[in-house]
């Protein structure tokens, strides 16, 4: 998959399509990414003195945050405070031509600003104005400060994670956040179309971060309500299928296998010599496997732990069983299944040199994505989006700039 890195406006399905992210740290930020990704000319409007705190999130190198290279791709950067009237004004003229607006503010905090929905859609009807906040636009806890790590928590994603008999695991990365991003990038597109499509207008987006996680996280609703079954912890078990876990390979590593299909549960057992087990009234269904999972792990943990990765590998695929490595990140780049199909692309960029990063997030046979730049300084691109789009007087930036009201 090529990838235009010259700055050139994308060829993508978006082409054509205006979005100032205005968000900061992921979940925003994110849809941003993805929309740039597939030709949206994304406006990064950041605070001029602060930036976007993704700009000090993780590790650096040589004071480039590596992390910002990635969230920050296919965006031009703006510094505009908002706070203030002559920063907040200027933040209208940019929604004149835009399409998208992508904020993630405490509630409340944009209309403060005077740039509320009645006042963004007066200045431009046909503008999609996506909210993305941890709680939602109202409710009693709309207010309250909200990050991803606390959705998890709530979602109940945190409660069914880790060993029977350990605390409640969150996950070491984004993961409420990312989910919620890529949500977000649905619901714009959702939005495009009713808008573009259908005639219709411009509208508001009010997604809450708790609520894609809690849509990912399966039946446990409607099994509680039916039921009163309250899912606990099992480790890297299923309640719904077996044998399903990690094992330990006797050169050291691990492979984690599934076996939702019972066809391929029966390939594992014949594999590990118990083809016996296939025979039991309860081998039938992923559910009352489960129930057995002691035995079944049993069976396949012996079995794995007398011999290595490479053969344990080998001859499940010969088996036709389903398995697979547990990678770690130079495990996954090396891998010859993510080179073949580019998930790690390598972009220019200005400071570092060549960077790798993952690619666009799916392929489009006839409006492909690209990464056209890796995320820019702060304020790199004010000027040329203020004096040569907007038309401002160069002296009157330079002003704004003395007063702090852009970088």
Excluded at 139 to 159: I, N
Aim: hydrophobic share 40%; proline share 7%.
């Amino acid at each position: 998959m090529a990838e235009a890195t010259d700055g050139t406006p994308a060829g993508g399905p978006l082409a054509g399509i205006r979005v100032i992210d205005v968000a900061t740290v992921l979940a925003g930020p994110l849809a941003g990414q993805i929309l740039g990704d597939f030709g949206a000319d994304v406006i990064k409007v950041e605070h001029p003195r602060h930036g976007d705190a993704m700009r000090h999130h993780g590790q650096a190198k040589g004071g480039e945050s590596l992390w910002w290279k990635m969230i920050g791709r296919n965006k031009r950067s703006v510094g505009l405070y908002l706070g203030d009237p002559d920063g907040a004004e200027l933040f209208k003229q940019l929604v004149r031509s835009a399409d998208v607006v992508i904020e993630n503010f405490r509630p409340g905090t944009l209309e403060r600003y005077g740039l509320g929905w009645p006042e963004l859609s007066a200045v431009n009807p046909r503008l999609i104005l996506a909210r993305v906040t941890g709680f939602g636009q109202d409710g009693p806890y709309a207010q309250r400060p909200a990050f991803g790590t606390l959705m998890e928590s709530m979602s109940g994603f945190a409660h069914i994670t880790g060993q029977p008999d350990g605390p409640p695991t969150l996950p070491p990365f984004g993961l409420a956040d990312s989910i919620a991003g890529i949500t977000t990038v649905a619901a714009v597109s959702m939005a495009l179309y009713h808008r573009d499509a259908r005639g219709g207008a411009g509208q508001v987006i009010d997604l809450s971060i708790l609520e894609p996680i809690v849509s990912v996280l399966g039946p446990q609703p409607i099994i509680y309500d039916q039921l009163g079954v309250v899912q606990q912890r099992t480790g890297n078990r299923s309640g719904n299928n077996a044998p399903r876990n990690t094992y330990r390979t006797r050169d050291g590593k691990w492979v984690a296998i599934s076996t939702s299909a019972t066809s391929i549960a029966e390939r594992v057992l014949r594999l590990v010599g118990r083809p016996e087990v296939i025979d039991e009234p309860w081998f039938t269904t992923g559910r009352e496997r489960a129930e057995h999972a002691d035995l079944l792990d049993g069976y396949v943990g012996e079995w794995i732990g007398q011999r290595d990765r490479d053969e344990v590998m080998a001859e499940f695929e010969r088996a036709d069983a389903a398995i697979a490595p547990v990678y770690d990140v130079a495990d996954l780049m090396a891998d010859p299944q993510v080179q073949a199909r580019e998930m790690i692309t390598t972009v220019p960029d200005e400071v570092l040199g060549p960077v790798r990063m993952q690619n666009v997030l799916f392929r489009m046979s006839e409006t492909p994505g690209a990464i056209r730049f890796t995320g820019r300084p702060l304020g790199a691109d004010t000027d040329a989006v203020l004096v040569d789009e907007l038309g401002l007087d160069p002296a009157r930036v330079a002003e704004l700039r003395e007063r702090g009201v852009v970088a």
